[in-house]
T-cell receptor, first 113, second 113 residues
């Protein structure tokens, strides 16, 4: 069965600092991986996705993620945090042979001035 | 472009009352449709998904039900609400077939009192 683990339910950074949100997956087949962002009282917005091809994926708002098969990881990074990045972030993997996504439990990012 | 609507945006209902939440998608045909719930401080729970009119798959047995009377309409219902039904309800759609991301609506905040 496929699964997603997000290490750290809360991450705090200073404005301008590096953002690193961790995601590890478990899958017996090549995974399709996604990062979503959720602002308070809003729906989820797709940040970026990995399907095939280039393992470094760039998304919206300056975020990027790198698929590392050997580490079964898909960590999300941003070089310089902005106050507007404060939100909850979800990693997800596409479940094999189904139309469903399996979500991690989320990481709440706080950005301090 | 595609748009997904949910209403109402917020709802306060007493225990034992009925529920009807509606989700509609514009700008696409034959989408897969999904209902999720976020309880306070918890991640996303998939409740139902549908691959076509009248085709509903239930992920969690509970006092909720879903229906898809039209291609781009998805309804979440309950005959008698419980306190535990409180949460943030999200509708999502994806392109049918293949591995594609899901797109989420703005959500409905339900408080059962």
């Amino acid at each position: 069965a496929q699964s997603v683990t997000q290490l750290g339910s809360h991450v705090s950074v200073s404005e301008g600092a590096l953002v690193l949100l961790r995601c590890n997956y478990s899958s017996s087949v090549p995974p399709y991986l996604f990062w979503y962002v959720q602002y308070p009282n809003q729906g989820l917005q797709l940040l970026l996705k990995y399907t095939t091809g280039a393992t470094l994926v760039k998304g919206i708002n300056g975020f990027e993620a790198e698929f590392k098969k050997s580490e079964t990881s898909f960590h999300l990074t941003k070089p310089s945090a902005h106050m507007s990045d404060a939100a909850e972030y979800f990693c997800a993997v596409s479940a094999y042979n189904t139309d469903k996504l399996i979500f991690g439990t989320g990481t709440r990012l706080q950005v301090f001035p | 472009s595609q748009t997904i609507h949910q209403w109402p945006a917020t709802l306060v209902q007493p225990v034992g009352s009925p529920l009807s939440l509606e989700c509609t998608v514009e700008g696409t045909s034959n989408p897969n449709l999904y209902w999720y719930r976020q309880a306070a401080g918890r991640g996303l729970q998939l409740l139902f998904y549908s691959v076509g009119i009248g085709q509903i798959s239930s992920e969690v047995p509970q006092n909720l039900s879903a229906s898809r009377p039209q291609d781009r309409q998805f309804i979440l219902s309950s005959k008698k609400l419980l306190l535990s039904d409180s949460g943030f309800y999200l509708c999502a759609w994806k392109v049918r077939g293949g591995i594609y991301e899901q797109y989420f609506g703005p959500g409905t905040r339900l408080t059962v009192t």
